[in-house]
């Protein structure tokens, strides 16, 4: 553009218009309008007087805002819901020739194409080999397992939405994708449940039925309760290939774990044996170490434990005379300290019989406070003392737990354990974030054997045979044999006693094994080991992500020494330990709390009557339930929003997964919902821009033909390039605050906002359509693996490239790639416009200053550096567009800058100049500065007065200062300006 001679810039007096040599445009849906003659003394008198009491409002509205910030953060007004209602059958495509509903609502968003996703097959391997940028790479997850018995939580929703994102973004990489769903039989939880059922129900215990109809039950409760999780894990739209899905107590997963204890068995890894175990009274069964809960007690401390009628003091050392025999006086005794009183009787070895109505019903901790009764009336008690202790607490029921001895079956760990942790030592097992890797190693350098014998009846049953009245030559011992079947078990037996397989009585263990054997198995049972196909076995090694804790390592580690013993190689190359979820206030999340997400209730959004009605159906105590409901209503007053899942997602996986907790709050699902909002009405614009004629051009044909053009297509590589670093390195953070920045910030704030008046150009040139659409285009499919429904919802709509080859879904169309978009990358530009955006940002500032609201001032650059002029050159409409203005010129080196221009400095080389005469009355905007450097200076002398302790607090004290000095430098600086040119120019009331 030339430079625009100065005269035709030269400063109009008050009362004349403008000079028309100089060019103006105007942005869509904004004004241009010029104080002067047009307006009536009478009419702009009575503007001026609006404009005093407006900021006389605001300044006194400031105070109450801020009193009440923290209700109005919590406050939401429910939006219009609107509902896909065109019929349409499960699995059949869903209808996408109408108008978009003119305001994004999730509901409408999310119906009919999860349904239309799995019959199509595009979660399925087999389908993905097709796929013209197929690489015949593999990629291959398990989901963890979760428990039939629950349902999912907002943890689980973190790890649904991190897996799916990988699996979703390596299947539009072209790879292979198996992602496996299953859930877990859970043992004791889910024996639990059943027994209270038939409790509630009909009155029965379990041990008043026969094994195989208590079984029945939990089958029955299985197939009418075990589905909420694939519902929940649908509404999370992770997508699993459900034709696979298993269950650790099906078909095949029972021969698995048969075939793995028979091999274990054989290869002298695991063994009966009479030793201590972690014995739960409560569940009446041998428990793990990681359901041992270790909880220090300072001293005395009364705890509520399960069928004892009172609360139970711990913490306490008891002191105990025993009289010496023989000895006379009444100092002749031994004074014994313990903090269990109620075991002294099974020091002697007493013997009762179990129906003897005088002793088989009292509870242990009730019978203690019998015998310590009865020690005092003896005159045997030497009095108590406070006793720090730990105490072993079973994290499944919440009792105390005893060390019995008791004969079981054992898994030799140490040699399985040294194989798993030379796996980390040696990289072929790759844990990150890498800090786990301490507590890896430190679990296993203290392995202890593997109790996997359990007392429960719901459960893999031990293929584990007691041969009656039988000893195994030259032993005295009972004879055990192992085997896959009673037959298998009945011919060792033969060869071990020397009898005939059919004179033998053979008594199966009536114990299951350890939930976390079966578990453990879960990625090779799933992929149908012990009789693998081929095409299935090329989908190891697999991955796994989870919750970053102990119990996510004592999984992993079992199922890392189970799968190198039985399969020769890992089931891991990778391990992946995202952050835990905690509520806004950094608590961990617990039903007795309060704080419990459902995912659908953030999903579909939730009355807060509901939330608590859910409290009072749960298992909470009297006590719990109140200070679990009290704390609903503190943080969820209005109930929760419908934020829908791409939100939720979205918000999930915008954490930093590898580092510390993460505490996610309703308000950030919110702001994520608002997100959606804002790429919904870009795409409403866009598709209204490019009309029903439009045909796309192929992207590696594709020029950009202006400055702004290259610009936003250069983003959108650099995008590409981020979301690619981040999904390479785990790290989900990295890809959404980059898809973020380019829709919010690059796209909508900047390219929409600058091309509005191009368009609006009859007829508008071809380049900015062809631009949108690849940002529509190339945007939607790098955010598909986070917002899957929003992305589908809207790329379905974009039209056709020419050809008829594009993919059926967003799901499988070809992810960006950094090298497929390099061409439009222009790092240099984007460097350049980076100047222009920090002019746009001054000008704003300027207008702000003055208060210039519809006003569109004209604007001088002047540059003392050929090389800046040159670049606000190329970019001077759609900096008058950005920054709110009319016009925007040259002024050549060394000349005057007009009189009566607001100046402000860009760079030592760069002026900016404002046109404020004729639209600014000097008069009226001196006062209200005043009142603001008033404000502001109040504000700076509290600062000032104040003296905080050192570190933080003054860090930010001294940040604020700096501020408010600036803005007062910036007021006195403007006050200065009006003043000279209320004294070179008339007010209007003196014309």
């Given at each position: 553009?030339p430079h625009?001679?100065?005269?035709s810039?030269?400063?109009?007096?008050?009362?004349?218009?403008?000079?028309q040599?100089?060019?103006?445009?105007?942005?869509?849906?904004?004004h241009?309008?010029?104080?002067g003659s047009?307006i009536s003394?009478?009419?702009?008198?009575?503007?001026?007087?609006?404009?005093?009491?407006?900021?006389?409002?605001l300044?006194?509205?400031?105070?109450r805002k801020?009193?009440?910030?923290a209700?109005?953060?919590?406050?939401?007004?429910?939006?219009?819901?609107?509902v896909y209602?065109?019929?349409t059958?499960p699995?059949e495509k869903k209808?996408?020739?109408g108008?978009?509903p003119?305001?994004?609502?999730p509901?409408y968003v999310e119906?009919?194409?999860?349904?239309?996703?799995?019959?199509?097959?595009?979660?399925?391997p087999e389908?993905?080999m097709?796929?013209?940028q197929?690489?015949g790479?593999?990629?291959?997850?398990?989901?963890?397992?979760?428990?039939?018995?629950g349902?999912l939580?907002?943890?689980?929703?973190?790890?649904?939405?991190i897996?799916?994102a990988?699996?979703?973004?390596?299947r539009?990489?072209?790879?292979?994708?198996?992602?496996?769903?299953?859930?877990?039989?859970?043992?004791?939880?889910t024996?639990?449940?059943?027994?209270?059922?038939?409790?509630?129900?009909r009155?029965?215990?379990r041990?008043?039925?026969?094994?195989?109809?208590?079984?029945?039950?939990?089958?029955?409760?299985?197939?009418?309760?075990?589905?909420?999780?694939?519902?929940?894990?649908?509404?999370l739209?992770?997508?699993?290939d459900?034709?696979?899905?298993?269950?650790?107590?099906?078909a095949?997963s029972?021969?698995?774990?048969?075939?793995?204890?028979?091999r274990l068995?054989?290869?002298?890894?695991?063994?009966r044996?009479?030793?201590?175990?972690?014995w739960?009274c409560?569940?009446?069964s041998?428990i793990?170490?990681?359901?041992?809960?270790?909880?220090?007690?300072?001293?005395?401390?009364?705890?509520?434990l399960?069928?004892?009628?009172t609360?139970?003091?711990?913490?306490?050392?008891?002191?105990?005379a025993?009289?010496?025999?023989?000895e006379p006086g009444?100092?002749?005794?031994?004074?014994?300290?313990?903090?269990?009183?109620e075991?002294l009787?099974g020091?002697?070895?007493?013997?009762?019989?179990?129906?003897?109505?005088?002793?088989?019903?009292?509870?242990?901790?009730?019978?203690?406070e019998k015998?310590?009764s009865a020690?005092?009336e003896?005159?045997?008690?030497?009095?108590?003392?406070n006793?720090?202790m730990?105490?072993?607490?079973?994290?499944?029921?919440?009792?105390?737990?005893?060390?019995?001895?008791?004969?079981?079956?054992?898994?030799?760990?140490?040699?399985?354990?040294?194989?798993a942790?030379?796996?980390?030592?040696s990289g072929?097992?790759?844990?990150?974030p890498?800090?786990h890797?301490?507590n890896?190693?430190?679990?296993?350098?203290?392995?202890?054997d593997?109790c996997?014998?359990?007392?429960l009846?719901?459960?893999?049953?031990i293929?584990?045979?007691l041969?009656?009245?039988?000893h195994t030559?030259?032993?005295?011992?009972d004879?055990?044999?192992?085997?896959?079947?009673?037959?298998e078990?009945r011919?060792?037996?033969?060869?071990l006693?020397?009898?005939?397989?059919?004179?033998?009585?053979?008594?199966?263990?009536?114990?299951?094994?350890?939930?976390?054997?079966?578990?453990?198995?879960?990625?090779?049972?799933?992929?149908?080991?012990?009789?693998?196909?081929?095409d299935?076995?090329r989908?190891?090694p697999?991955?796994?992500?989870e919750?970053?804790s102990?119990?996510?390592l004592?999984?992993v580690?079992?199922?890392?020494?189970?799968?190198?013993?039985l399969?020769?190689?890992l089931p891991?190359?990778?391990?992946?330990?995202?952050?835990m979820?905690?509520?806004?206030q950094?608590?961990?999340m617990?039903?007795?709390?309060?704080?419990?997400?459902d995912?659908r209730?953030?999903?579909?959004?939730?009355?807060?009557?509901?939330?608590?009605a859910k409290?009072?159906?749960g298992?909470?105590?009297a006590t719990?339930l109140?200070?679990a409901?009290?704390?609903?209503?503190?943080?969820?007053?209005?109930?929760?929003?419908e934020c829908?899942?791409d939100?939720?997602r979205?918000?999930?996986?915008?954490?930093?997964?590898?580092?510390?907790?993460l505490h996610?709050?309703?308000?950030?699902?919110?702001?994520?919902r608002?997100?959606?909002?804002?790429i919904w009405?870009?795409?409403?614009f866009?598709?209204?821009?490019?009309?029903?004629?439009?045909?796309?051009?192929?992207?590696?044909e594709?020029?950009?033909s202006?400055?702004?053009?290259?610009?936003?297509?250069?983003?959108?590589?650099?995008?590409?390039?981020?979301?690619?670093r981040g999904?390479l390195?785990r790290?989900?953070?990295l890809?959404?605050?980059a898809?973020?920045h380019?829709w919010?910030?690059s796209?909508c704030?900047?390219?929409?906002?600058a091309v509005?008046?191009v368009?609006?150009?009859?007829?508008h040139?071809?380049?900015?359509?062809?631009?949108?659409?690849?940002?529509a285009?190339?945007?939607?499919?790098?955010?598909?693996?986070?917002?899957p429904?929003?992305?589908?919802?809207?790329?379905?709509?974009?039209?056709?490239r020419?050809g008829?080859?594009s993919?059926?879904?967003?799901?499988v169309?070809p992810?960006?790639?950094?090298?497929?978009?390099?061409h439009?990358?222009?790092p240099?530009?984007?460097q350049?416009?980076?100047?222009?955006?920090?002019?746009?940002?001054a000008?704003?500032a300027?207008?702000?200053?003055?208060?210039?609201?519809?006003?569109?001032p004209r604007v001088?650059?002047?540059?003392?550096?050929?090389g800046?002029?040159?670049l606000f050159?190329?970019?001077?409409?759609?900096?008058g567009?950005?920054?709110?203005c009319?016009?925007?010129?040259?002024?050549p080196?060394?000349?005057?800058a007009?009189?009566?221009?607001?100046?402000a400095?860009?760079?030592d080389?760069?002026?900016?100049?404002?046109e404020l005469q004729?639209?600014?009355?000097?008069?009226?905007h001196l006062?209200?500065l005043?009142?603001r450097?008033?404000k502001?200076q109040?504000?700076?002398?509290g600062l000032?007065a104040?003296?905080p302790?050192?570190?933080?607090?003054?860090t930010?004290r001294?940040?604020?200062?700096?501020?408010?000095?600036?803005?007062?430098?910036?007021?006195?600086?403007?006050?200065?300006h009006?003043?000279?040119?209320?004294?070179a120019?008339?007010?209007?009331?003196e014309?």
């Amino acid at each position: 553009m030339p430079h625009l001679p100065l005269a035709s810039f030269r400063s109009p007096f008050w009362g004349l218009r403008p000079s028309q040599g100089l060019p103006r445009f105007h942005p869509l849906s904004t004004h241009s309008k010029s104080h002067g003659s047009s307006i009536s003394r009478r009419n702009h008198e009575a503007k001026q007087k609006r404009q005093r009491e407006k900021q006389a409002a605001l300044e006194a509205g400031i105070a109450r805002k801020s009193k009440s910030a923290a209700e109005s953060s919590k406050a939401w007004t429910p939006k219009e819901v609107v509902v896909y209602e065109i019929p349409t059958e499960p699995g059949e495509k869903k209808d996408v020739s109408g108008l978009l509903p003119p305001a994004y609502s999730p509901r409408y968003v999310e119906a009919a194409w999860y349904s239309w996703w799995v019959r199509e097959g595009f979660f399925k391997p087999e389908y993905q080999m097709k796929l013209p940028q197929a690489t015949g790479e593999t990629f291959s997850m398990c989901i963890p397992p979760p428990n039939i018995t629950g349902s999912l939580h907002i943890g689980h929703a973190l790890t649904v939405a991190i897996q799916d994102a990988l699996v979703r973004w390596h299947r539009m990489c072209g790879d292979q994708v198996l992602w496996v769903p299953g859930s877990d039989h859970a043992g004791i939880a889910t024996q639990a449940v059943v027994e209270k059922q038939l409790w509630k129900e009909r009155g029965v215990r379990r041990h008043e039925l026969s094994r195989e109809e208590f079984l029945r039950e939990v089958w029955k409760w299985k197939e009418e309760k075990g589905g909420e999780i694939s519902e929940q894990l649908q509404a999370l739209g992770a997508s699993l290939d459900w034709d696979r899905e298993c269950f650790t107590m099906d078909a095949g997963s029972s021969v698995a774990v048969t075939e793995a204890f028979v091999r274990l068995y054989e290869a002298g890894l695991l063994y009966r044996s009479q030793q201590l175990v972690n014995w739960s009274c409560a569940l009446r069964s041998a428990i793990s170490d990681i359901e041992v809960e270790s909880r220090p007690l300072p001293g005395r401390t009364e705890l509520r434990l399960p069928g004892c009628p009172t609360p139970v003091s711990f913490g306490l050392l008891f002191s105990v005379a025993f009289p010496v025999d023989g000895e006379p006086g009444e100092d002749a005794e031994v004074v014994v300290g313990t903090t269990r009183p109620e075991t002294l009787p099974g020091d002697v070895a007493v013997a009762v019989h179990p129906d003897d109505s005088r002793h088989a019903g009292l509870h242990r901790f009730v019978a203690r406070e019998k015998i310590m009764s009865a020690l005092t009336e003896r005159g045997l008690f030497r009095g108590l003392q406070n006793h720090p202790m730990v105490l072993p607490i079973c994290s499944r029921s919440g009792d105390v737990v005893e060390y019995l001895l008791k004969s079981q079956w054992f898994v030799r760990c140490q040699e399985l354990g040294a194989r798993a942790a030379q796996a980390v030592e040696s990289g072929a097992l790759e844990l990150s974030p890498s800090f786990h890797q301490k507590n890896w190693q430190h679990w296993f350098s203290h392995i202890g054997d593997w109790c996997v014998s359990r007392q429960l009846w719901w459960g893999h049953r031990i293929p584990a045979y007691l041969v009656v009245e039988e000893h195994t030559k030259g032993d005295e011992e009972d004879c055990w044999v192992v085997g896959r079947t009673e037959a298998e078990a009945r011919k060792i037996a033969a060869e071990l006693t020397g009898k005939p397989g059919a004179e033998l009585t053979l008594q199966r263990d009536p114990d299951v094994l350890d939930t976390w054997f079966s578990s453990a198995l879960f990625p090779f049972a799933a992929l149908g080991w012990p009789q693998e196909t081929p095409d299935l076995a090329r989908f190891y090694p697999l991955s796994l992500l989870e919750t970053g804790s102990d119990l996510l390592l004592f999984w992993v580690g079992r199922m890392v020494m189970l799968g190198t013993q039985l399969t020769g190689q890992l089931p891991f190359s990778k391990v992946l330990l995202h952050s835990m979820v905690r509520d806004r206030q950094g608590r961990k999340m617990s039903k007795s709390l309060g704080n419990v997400l459902d995912p659908r209730d953030i999903i579909s959004g939730v009355e807060l009557q509901v939330l608590q009605a859910k409290l009072r159906d749960g298992n909470l105590d009297a006590t719990e339930l109140v200070i679990a409901a009290a704390a609903q209503r503190k943080d969820f007053p209005h109930g929760i929003p419908e934020c829908g899942t791409d939100a939720l997602r979205f918000a999930l996986c915008s954490h930093g997964a590898l580092g510390g907790d993460l505490h996610l709050s309703v308000s950030e699902v919110l702001s994520s919902r608002h997100f959606c909002n804002k790429i919904w009405n870009a795409l409403r614009f866009i598709l209204n821009a490019l009309g029903e004629q439009f045909v796309p051009q192929p992207a590696e044909e594709l020029s950009p033909s202006s400055p702004m053009d290259a610009w936003i297509l250069s983003r959108l590589a650099h995008t590409a390039r981020e979301c690619e670093r981040g999904f390479l390195a785990r790290e989900l953070s990295l890809t959404t605050h980059a898809l973020r920045h380019f829709w919010l910030h690059s796209l909508c704030d900047v390219y929409l906002e600058a091309v509005k008046p191009v368009l609006s150009r009859s007829p508008h040139p071809p380049g900015p359509p062809q631009a949108l659409f690849s940002c529509a285009d190339t945007g939607l499919r790098l955010l598909a693996p986070l917002m899957p429904f929003l992305a589908e919802e809207l790329w379905q709509r974009l039209p056709p490239r020419p050809g008829g080859n594009s993919a059926p879904s967003i799901s499988v169309a070809p992810y960006p790639t950094a090298r497929s978009l390099g061409h439009w990358h222009q790092p240099e530009l984007e460097q350049r416009f980076s100047r222009v955006q920090e002019a746009v940002q001054a000008l704003r500032a300027l207008r702000a200053t003055y208060q210039l609201t519809k006003a569109r001032p004209r604007v001088l650059l002047q540059s003392s550096e050929p090389g800046e002029q040159g670049l606000f050159e190329a970019f001077l409409e759609p900096l008058g567009t950005l920054g709110h203005c009319g016009a925007v010129g040259l002024l050549p080196p060394g000349v005057a800058a007009p009189s009566g221009w607001a100046q402000a400095p860009l760079s030592d080389t760069t002026q900016m100049y404002m046109e404020l005469q004729g639209l600014v009355d000097p008069q009226t905007h001196l006062s209200l500065l005043a009142a603001r450097r008033h404000k502001l200076q109040k504000q700076l002398d509290g600062l000032m007065a104040w003296t905080p302790s050192e570190g933080e607090a003054e860090t930010k004290r001294q940040q604020r200062l700096s501020s408010l000095q600036l803005e007062l430098s910036k007021l006195d600086k403007a006050a200065s300006h009006l003043r000279q040119l209320m004294d070179a120019c008339p007010s209007p009331g003196e014309l």
